[in-house]
């Protein structure tokens, strides 16, 4: 009988103990020292995003399987409840390394459209290979944060840290640009299906939730559709459409004077009160509550 290996779970709170570790508690945490780093012998769930840039050396890894190679130059992403596995590296390897929560990338982002940019991009391209001037920004932006989380007493230090990161998502989108337009290789099927359920997903969530539009909109069955998003990307079709309604939910509150009635009603929600028994039982707060905080 073959054993099945355990899953181990890994948690932004354990990246703070990493070598010449700089963080915010609100979810971000950058290093440059990873050599050290506590590697587990065995598959681990990833609970945060993380973002690195290759310095010197070499790394090898898995992701859900898939086999993941990293030199210098190169910048691999990993998106949440990924598993990541058979991770090797030479003693000289090095990068600069970005990990920030889920939440602490909703509360910087400003639409839905970075979020499917970047998911989308990540799973079907966790690692690629940088030019130099693309290098020279990214370098660039990851000590401009180091050196504003360090600064302790800036009256605004988080706001300042988290307009960074939000310009620097915005220069790495030139990079999914760029290799976009060069040609991508054959994506699998449930590949495709699934970016095409994230792509109406971003179109339509705001009126439309139910698993079996979405299905009959791809002309397959709800069951299959369950099957391949549940595959490819470790979520529900039920998860995903959640995490877009909240995370609209969560941006108008933050960046819109809208009320929370007229919120409720651009969501398509039956009244106030539906939307926010909806948004506590995601976030665990009332919108009111988490608008004022």
């Not at 990833?46 to 840039?53: G, K, Q, R, V």
């Not at 699998?188 to 179109?203: C, G, K, T, V, Y």
């Amino acid at each position: 009988m073959v054993k099945i290996k355990e899953i181990k779970e890994a948690h932004l709170e354990e990246a703070k103990q990493w070598g010449n570790a700089l963080y915010l508690e609100a979810g971000l945490v950058l290093t440059d020292q990873i050599t050290d780093t506590p590697v587990s012998n065995v598959p681990t769930r990833m609970n945060f995003i993380l973002m690195a840039l290759c310095k010197q050396g070499r790394a090898q890894y898995s992701i859900d399987t898939r086999e993941q190679t990293v030199t210098p130059g190169d910048l691999l992403f990993i998106s949440e409840r990924h598993i990541v596995d058979n991770y090797k590296a030479s003693p000289d390897f090095e990068c600069q390394c970005i990990m920030l929560s889920t939440a602490f990338y909703h509360s910087f982002i400003l639409n839905v459209q970075n979020v499917s940019s970047l998911l989308l991009f990540s799973m079907n391209n966790p690692v690629v290979s940088l030019t130099s001037d693309e290098i020279q920004v990214f370098g660039n932006y990851y000590q401009h944060i180091r050196e504003k989380i360090a600064d302790t007493a800036h009256h605004y230090r988080t706001e300042l840290v988290k307009a960074l990161l939000l310009a620097m998502f915005y220069d790495m989108s030139n990079v999914i640009w760029r290799v976009e337009q060069s040609g991508k290789e054959a994506i699998s099927r449930a590949d495709a299906i699934f970016a095409q359920f994230i792509r109406l997903l971003e179109q339509n969530f705001r009126h439309e939730r139910q698993v079996k539009w979405y299905a009959e909109q791809i002309c397959i069955t709800p069951k299959y559709l369950s099957e391949i998003v549940k595959q490819v990307s470790k979520r529900t079709p039920n998860d995903w459409i959640d995490h877009y309604v909240v995370l609209e939910i969560r941006v108008l509150l933050k960046n819109s004077t809208k009320s929370i009635k007229e919120i409720a009603e651009d969501l398509h929600f039956p009244n106030q009160s539906f939307l926010g028994k909806y948004f506590k039982e995601h976030i665990g707060v009332s919108p009111s509550k988490f608008r004022r905080g």
